[in-house]
């Protein structure tokens, strides 16, 4: 029988070999999220002039690539089926450290490089003290969360720290591309760059194969611990990338720099469509998540929503993705 | 023993899944005190016909009679109010109560005053008295988790052949007792049948199992499914293994079933060996060796820490102390990494759990011990088009039946899913295989297969240690037979194609000499 049933389920259900399983993994489900992308444009659109222009455009633009930068690493995180919550303090702490780089000696550009490497530190810290003290990565990045925010405001001093340097300013506002911030550009070249690593890497691989089944990946002999610490490592990384441009962005780093990540990033990340429980989803996806969040905030703000009811939409979305995205999984091991 | 009257009557049940039949025009009777055996090959529809006579699945097409009265229960919970109950293979006792809690689980509202208050002197003294009817000699005001396994699966079986009569005043209840002994060893097995001989005089039993010599000791008779329909009803008196295995899958079962004409000769050089491992409440002082082409049979009762060796060979679990030297290297720690690199490979006993993604592909399932050499660049880029090919090489030299390199594994039957296990090895130059419990769960046609395919790896001069329950199969499949009990090794018998070992021998050595298990470490 259980031979029968499945020769049947593969005639219909998977006629073309190989690669397109993960191309039909991209395909499907993917409508919904792409679906409420569409009909957000479309009720802001009508419900507000002024977010159907170019303007606001490239203001959305600027707005979700520090978001789309600072959850990609943190995306992989999750797709291995651990959770990064010190994605917004490692911004806030590579932004400080930047910023303060950039005032003590005039290396321009040149900070974007070392706030990468410091970011990739702070993610190595994560991942070194949750694979060898075999901690929950909740709880290790919680940790973290609280120590690097404060390291950061102690760098601050409480207060916003200005700089003075066109050159690394310009690597976030200025237009190579009308209309286009070059911080845009850069967070959609990364966020293509970690959707191949996703689909065409063994890190990538290894990254759903421990977040579908871990005690699986132990018994093949795969390195695991060294891939997570992998993982979140490459979630500082793109912390770090993130906070530089941020601060490039804003021209200065301040105290509320990166705040609003600790909620955004996980949101943008499960709306997108990756589960917390790890092995399903995928990099790719965060772009329309973070989408999502932005295009919420960014319309609500046009609308004149106050900030508390637009914190209470965006719970109630996130809430929503999940539910969603649960009856699926459920749906499909049942089927 | 002839019944009277008929208990349970089904007549032409049918049940179809999309395409598939699962169950064809089923006619089955259940006597009152009878022990009816249904034995079929994974998927020949025994599951969906416990189902179906547990209420949890509707039948598209016949009719049932229970007692007499037309039985079309709506959901388990109306099949149980009409006396079928059910054991699961695994428990379904909720481990952190008082036995007598599980006793009479779902039975509470019996027990209350004022709707809430619980009477606890009342329900125990009657699961107490539960429990000795059943001869389970048990404190049922003990914490189910501190009982063993098998005490825990008599509790069980207890539940369900006395607290519909007792409880719920329903006479003579049918039990579906699906697997139960799967994972008990011998000497609880017989504890087991024992139990359920006294039940006969309460109750009757639906009686599925793998274990053919089991079925046929037990039942009254045997109904024999076979792609969903009946095909033979036996007297459990007039038939015998052979036969049943022949109807199973529809050829005779015949001496080469664990090919034991290809069993190689031995001696030519060492895989892997093992001093003084030791690992706290597992095993200790263990030594042992393989030489290549040759399968090393380990042997033992479930608390002979032999799964445990298994682990700690490889390192997947380390031991505490002792060491491995593979081939003619260095004596060195067990380690998990080097033993991959060194072309050993391990098929763990719980496939679902350790061995396969069930939501993964079938070539991501086989690829996943050699994202390090085979599937990956120098620079880390995945060689997918390399492993859907070498997928598909595996699926056809294994004749793994419904896969396809991206079908993902939970579409696939249990023989099938181990296949693919197997192939993560076999794609790799292994030397050396660990394999624990291979044919659990798996068919006797898939299990022939695989023992096929183990005999062409040591003819290949790979050496392979088979650790497992069934004892046919380590004598059948082994050079050599280690036996271990309570974690150390007790004898080793070697085992020739000429010369094989009998279960009684190896059994005496499991059990010890006296014959009696002289310490019960699960208890």
Known sequence: MTDDISIDAVSQNHMRPARTVTLQALRSGLWLPVGVVVALCAFFAIATPSFLTLRNASGILGQASTLLLACLGASFVVLMGSIDLSVGAMVLLTGAVTVTALNAGGIGVLALPLAVMFGTGLGLANGAIFAFGRMPSFVVTLGTLSFFTGAGWQLLEGRALRFDSTAFENLAIGQLVPYVPNIALFALVAWAAMALVGFRTRFGRYMYIIGGGEAVARTAGMPVRRYQIYAFALSGTMAGFAGALAAARLGAAGPTLGQDLLLNSLAAIVVGGTSLSGGVGGVHRTLIGVLIIALLDNGLNLMGVNQYTQMMVKGAVVVAAVLVSQTRTRQLVIK | ?523
């Not at chain 2, 499949?477 to 021998?505: C, F, Q, W, Y």
Request: glycine share 12%; net charge negative.
């Open chain 2, 1 to 523: 023993m002839v019944p009277d009257r008929a208990k349970l009557v089904a007549r032409g049940i049918t049940k179809r899944f999309e395409a598939a039949t699962a169950v064809d025009r089923v006619d089955l009777e259940i006597g009152a005190g009878q022990i009816v055996g249904l034995i079929g090959e994974n998927g020949a529809g025994k599951s969906t016909l416990l189902n179906i006579f547990s209420g949890i699945v509707a039948p598209d097409a016949g009719t049932m009679e229970l007692d007499g009265r037309p039985f079309q229960p709506g959901g388990f919970g109306a099949a149980g109010a009409r006396g079928i109950a059910r054991v699961f293979q695994e428990q379904a006792l909720i481990p952190n109560l008082r036995v007598y809690e599980n006793l009479l689980l779902s039975h509470e509202a019996r027990f209350t005053r004022f709707g809430q208050i619980m009477q606890r002197r009342a329900m125990v003294d009657l699961a107490q008295a539960l429990a000795d009817e059943g001869g389970i000699g048990v404190d049922v005001t003990r914490a189910t988790s501190s009982l063993s396994f098998s005490k825990r699966q008599l509790v069980e079986i207890a539940r369900a052949c006395l607290v519909p009569s007792r409880v719920l005043g329903i006479e003579r209840p049918i039990i579906l007792l699906d697997e139960p002994t799967a994972s008990l060893d011998k000497a609880d097995e017989a504890v087991f049948f024992t139990l359920v001989t006294r039940m006969r005089n309460v109750a009757s039993f639906l009686f599925v199992s793998h274990r053919l010599t089991e079925v046929l000791r037990a039942s009254d008779f045997v109904y024999v499914l076979k792609d969903g329909r009946v095909v033979a009803k036996l007297n459990a008196g007039d038939a015998d293994e052979r036969q049943l295995h022949g109807l199973m899958v529809g050829r005779e079962r015949d001496a080469d079933y664990y090919h034991e004409s290809e069993q190689t000769t031995v001696g030519r050089s060492v895989v892997l060996e093992a001093r003084g491992l030791r690992r706290s409440g597992a095993y200790s002082d263990v030594e042992l060796a393989v030489q290549a082409g040759e399968i090393l049979g380990i042997g033992g009762l479930l608390d002979s820490g032999k799964s445990e060796l298994g682990k700690g060979l490889l390192g997947v679990e380390p031991p505490d102390d002792g060491e491995v030297r593979i081939g003619p290297g260095e004596w060195q720690r067990p380690d998990i990494g080097r033993a991959l690199v060194e072309g050993i490979g391990y098929v763990p006993s719980e496939r679902l759990a350790e061995g396969i993604i069930p939501d993964f592909p079938v070539s991501w399932n086989m690829s996943l011990a050699s994202g390090q050499d085979l599937f990956a660049s120098a620079w880390g880029l995945w060689r997918s088009a390399h492993e859907t090919e070498v997928a598909k090489g595996m699926i056809s030299d294994l004749d793994i039946r419904g896969a396809r390199p991206n079908v993902s594994c939970q579409k696939l039957s249990g023989g099938n899913q181990q296949k693919v296990v197997l192939a993560r090895w076999l794609c790799r130059s292994v030397r050396l295989l660990v394999l624990d419990n291979p044919t659990r769960g798996v068919d006797a046609g898939a299990k022939e297969e695989i023992y096929g395919i183990l005999r062409r790896l040591t003819a290949a001069g790979v050496g392979i240690i088979l650790i497992t329950d069934e004892l046919l199969e380590l004598i059948g499949l082994s050079n050599r037979i280690l036996i271990m009990r309570h974690g150390r090794v007790t004898g080793i018998v070697d085992a020739p194609p000429d010369a094989k070992p009998t279960e009684v021998e190896l059994i005496r050595l499991m059990l010890g000499s006296s014959g009696q298990p002289d310490r019960v470490l699960a208890a």
